[in-house]
């Protein structure tokens, strides 16, 4: 089985990053001929599950806090069950859906948690990986959690930003982290402007940015509405701004 095409999508907290991570995974499921797709939320905010309608019930973050509990009193098994039982654990925790499947990374972790079982965690994350054709990851704002908590390296870092000042700055840091202080292993790297008015107002911003310019999707009433009446987003048509642009930056992106 071949590597998966892995994407993660960063931005400053509001700049609609996990709606645009919603809208790309609908996306990669709406194209024709079979795409395994995993959506990871890796986000504490946990938005990604609910812009796509799952209801999780399960977190990497349970698993590990039950095993470090289990240490904790005792009760550690030998390495080998221990990551028989973490295997075991994250396929319960992968809730599937039609026409993709998806990885709740959960709340940050607790004072005093053990690198090892995180490190263990995190191979086993990217073992996981390969039973997919695509990762979409809907990270927070640093990208050092990617590394961290997710995986080590990823494709296509999708720095989103809105048209705001504060929003442009946290994308520059991003690029910063990743491409100079290498927080997390990419590929390439690009700036997406979410709400934008107009392509002139998109390519202010990138201009501001200094970044490459992957794209803008537009505003629209629709995603602010769904997202107010909590509905999954993947209720936008495909004849939606914001569907349309969101493809528009996917194909870019895997024809390169």
């Not at 442009?168 to 991003?174: D, N, P």
């Amino acid at each position: 089985m071949g590597e998966p095409v892995r994407i993660a999508i960063c931005g400053k907290g509001g700049v609609g990053k996990t709606s645009v991570a919603a809208v790309m995974v609908n996306c990669l499921k709406g194209e024709p001929g079979p795409r395994r797709i995993l959506a990871i939320d890796a986000d504490p905010a946990c938005g990604l599950s609910l812009a796509l309608g799952v209801e999780v019930k399960k977190t990497v973050d349970d698993i590990r806090r039950e095993v470090v509990s289990d240490a904790k009193r005792g009760a550690a098994r030998p390495e080998p069950l221990t990551v028989r039982r973490i295997e075991h654990d994250l396929f319960d925790a992968l809730h599937e859906q039609d026409g993709f499947s998806l990885l709740s990374i959960g709340r940050p972790e607790d004072e005093g948690c053990f690198c090892k079982v995180n490190s263990l965690l995190k191979d086993l994350i990217a073992e996981l990986a390969h039973a997919f054709d695509f990762v979409v990851i809907d990270g927070e704002a640093g990208v050092e959690q990617i590394n961290r908590r997710v995986m080590k390296q990823v494709d296509y870092l999708v720095a989103v930003t809105d048209t705001s000042l504060k929003g442009i700055e946290v994308a520059r840091t991003i690029a910063h982290l990743a491409l100079d202080n290498a927080a997390v292993d990419c590929r390439e790297l690009g700036l997406v402007v979410n709400r934008a008015r107009s392509e002139e107002e998109a390519s202010m911003v990138c201009a501001r940015s200094g970044l490459e310019a992957w794209g803008w999707i537009p505003e629209e009433e629709a995603v602010r509405r769904l997202d107010l009446e909590g509905v999954p987003l993947h209720a936008l048509g495909q004849d939606s701004p914001v569907v349309r642009s969101v493809r528009s930056v996917l194909s870019r992106m895997i024809t390169r």
